[in-house]
């Protein structure tokens, strides 16, 4: 099968906190790929996860704010760290199963961060 | 750098109406392209792709043409229903690259 599980689904954050979005699934894939999607607009990469090596980040995204581990091929986690009101957004993990298909992304139901 | 271009919403149509969703890409190379939907509610959900110029993907009676000529890929309905009502995004893939990179989006309301 080809699940993508995120934990959580939502969460209600205080300004200058820090919270860990967990992106687990059900079979091996090479890289998961972490989304931003802000209010009303579109999805941004943030960052590719490899199991073994540093992630690679976009343009605009850098690792202290969005710190991530990919400790194995089934699980990732994305931080947002020292959050303010602008982090709010959906977070997405997205991942290319090889049982769907080659250069397909399935994507997770996202993480629904609000930062009062 | 690469970038996707869709016509704004929302888009608000009556149902059994013709749907045409506007989609242009800026790339190097030949990209492959998707459409993607969001149902209210729920997570992102592939549509449809094509991966070379005049290839056509098709899904739930969608239909998009990859335009080479004119760097198109425009999402179309003959008859569109309620339950198509959703925020559709184009989006393109690069050759030898996994990522991404999406449109704005349009909303799509469909009306009984």
Redesign the interface.
């Given at each position: 099968s080809a699940v993508i599980s995120q934990k959580p689904s939502r969460d209600i954050c205080q300004r200058g906190t820090s919270l860990t979005i967990q992106c687990q699934v059900d079979s091996q894939v090479t890289m998961m790929f972490w989304y931003r999607q802000q209010p009303g607009q579109s999805l941004t990469l943030i960052a590719t996860a490899n199991q073994g090596s540093e992630a690679t980040y976009e343009s605009g995204f850098v690792i202290d704010k969005f710190p991530i581990s990919r400790p194995n091929l089934t699980f990732s986690t994305l931080t947002v760290s020292n959050m303010s009101p602008e982090d709010s957004s959906i977070y997405l993990c997205s991942v290319e199963f090889p049982s769907i298909g080659a250069n397909v992304l399935t994507f997770g139901a996202g993480s629904r961060l609000t930062v009062l | 750098g690469d970038s996707v271009t869709q016509m704004e919403g929302p888009v608000t149509l009556s149902e059994e109406a013709f749907l045409t969703i506007n989609c242009t890409y800026t790339a190097t190379g030949y990209p492959?392209l998707f459409w993607?939907v969001q149902y209210p509610g729920?997570?992102?959900?592939?549509l449809l792709?094509a991966?070379k110029a005049d290839d056509k993907g098709s899904n739930k009676g969608f239909e998009a043409t990859y335009r080479k000529e004119t760097t198109s890929f425009h999402l179309e309905k003959g008859s569109v229903q309620v339950s198509d009502s959703a925020v559709y995004?184009c989006a393109l893939?690069k050759r030898g690259r996994?990522?991404?990179?999406?449109?704005?989006?349009t909303r799509l309301q469909v009306q009984p």
């Open positions: - | 492959s993607y729920e997570g992102l959900q592939l792709k991966t995004f893939q996994r990522a991404l990179t999406f449109g704005s989006g």
